[in-house]
């Protein structure tokens, strides 16, 4: 069983940033698609972005703000997140090959 690990959330400012980590128990990125997501209680899960080889996708809602990278020696892929803003407050999760991390805060206030 794949394990997901995201770490890197925490409290920011308004136009700030932060480094979103997806760490995984096995070598699963260079076969798989990986995704980020996120959630605000009471609301749906919302799709933020998929990277899969070169290609990286993201929601409207943050393109150009967000950038995706990875280091496939550490299993591991960064979501990359500028100009933060409170609506992008949310728990932020990781998910590839059908496995789901745990999540990890973003909370974006002044």
């Known amino acids: 069983q794949v394990q997901l690990v995201e770490s890197g959330g925490g409290l920011v400012q308004p136009g700030g940033s932060l480094t979103l980590s997806c760490i995984a128990s096995?070598?699963?990125?260079?076969?798989?698609?990986m995704a980020w997501y996120r959630q605000v209680p009471g609301h749906e899960r919302e799709w933020v972005a998929t990277t899969q080889n070169s290609v990286n996708l993201f929601a409207d809602s943050v393109e150009g703000r967000f950038t995706i990278s990875r280091d496939d020696a550490k299993n591991t892929i960064y979501l990359q997140m500028n100009s933060l803003q409170p609506e992008d407050t949310a728990l932020y999760f990781c998910?590839?090959?059908?496995?789901w991390g745990q999540g990890t805060q973003v909370t974006v206030s002044s």
């Open positions: 998910a590839s090959k059908g496995f």
């Open positions: 096995e070598n699963i990125f260079k076969t798989f698609s």
